[in-house]
């Protein structure tokens, strides 16, 4: 990717970065905004959306390759954090960076914050005053409608909402918000051939919930996230299992 990227000589290079936890939102939302900028930006600027892990770690994603593969989207067109020196290219004043998801660099990436110009990590609060998370994707979508609407195509919505209806599925009913909602009706009034929500909703639930041959350890890579105070850092993860307990003994089945 460097070579490549020495050999254009380009003056400026936009990466569009998602959360480490790589989870859909974020994703679908770095990719869909790099398109964007690609369309709105100079000649002089390349835009790229990067994944925030290794190429080895993308098969641990289950519904995010899911969603991709239904859209004939190839994993060989994607560039991982791996692939690709942003250290080297924020030395020579060449990157900048939207963030995704999140509005804090990982730990080592810590000395790229100066060519950070964007950061898309909404926080919503409720009636009790009660933040929340809501989808990156929809925020993306919004900011395209009013800039460009001519670049939503009927593939891109179908991915767009897939990532919405995704997010809808982590958060409590009572919390999902009229902006979702809107965004979701916009999307369908325009594309009205897109399959309907609950079909979309139990495909999701079922590849987020089957591990697909991965090992308990790829899993809870899977699922890893972390925590810091800029000194102390914290790893949590999950696996998903049933808890049976007989005879006053518990195990794992």
């Known amino acids: ?6 050999f254009k000589r380009l003056e400026k290079v936009h990466v569009v970065i998602g959360h480490k936890s790589c989870d859909l939102d974020s994703l679908i939302s770095a990719f869909t905004y790099a398109y964007f900028l690609d369309k709105v930006s ?8 990067v994944l925030n892990i290794s190429r080895t770690e993308f098969s641990y994603f289950t519904e995010t390759r899911f969603i991709l593969e239904e859209l004939n989207i190839s994993e060989s067109f994607h560039i991982f954090r791996d692939e690709i020196n942003l250290h080297q290219l924020n030395n020579e ?11 804090m660099l990982a730990s080592e990436d810590k000395t790229l914050e100066s060519a950070v110009v964007k950061v898309i990590n909404p926080v919503e609060q409720d009636d ?35 990532s919405i209806l995704f997010k809808w599925m982590a958060v409590e009913p009572k919390k999902i918000s009229e902006k979702q909602e809107e965004i979701l009706s916009i999307l369908e009034e325009k594309f009205p051939r897109l399959p309907p929500r609950d079909d ?20 809870m890579l899977k699922n890893l996230k972390e925590l810091s105070d800029g000194e102390i850092k914290v790893a949590i993860s999950s696996v998903n299992m ?12």
């Open 93 to 103: 004043g060449k990157l900048s960076l939207t963030l995704v998801g999140s509005n």
């Open 200 to 219: 979309i909703i139990s495909v999701l639930q079922e590849t987020q919930f089957s591990a697909q041959g991965l090992s308990i350890e790829q899993t």
């Open 128 to 162: 009790d005053g009660f933040e929340y998370r809501e989808s990156s994707s929809s925020l993306v979508v919004k900011e395209i409608l009013q800039e460009a609407p001519e670049l939503i195509t009927e593939q891109l919505a179908h991915l767009l909402r897939g």
């Open 1 to 6: 990717i460097y070579e490549f990227l020495q």
């Open 42 to 49: 100079p000649p002089e600027v390349l835009c790229l959306p």
């Open 242 to 253: 049933t808890l049976e307990v007989r005879v006053g003994k518990a195990f794992w089945q």
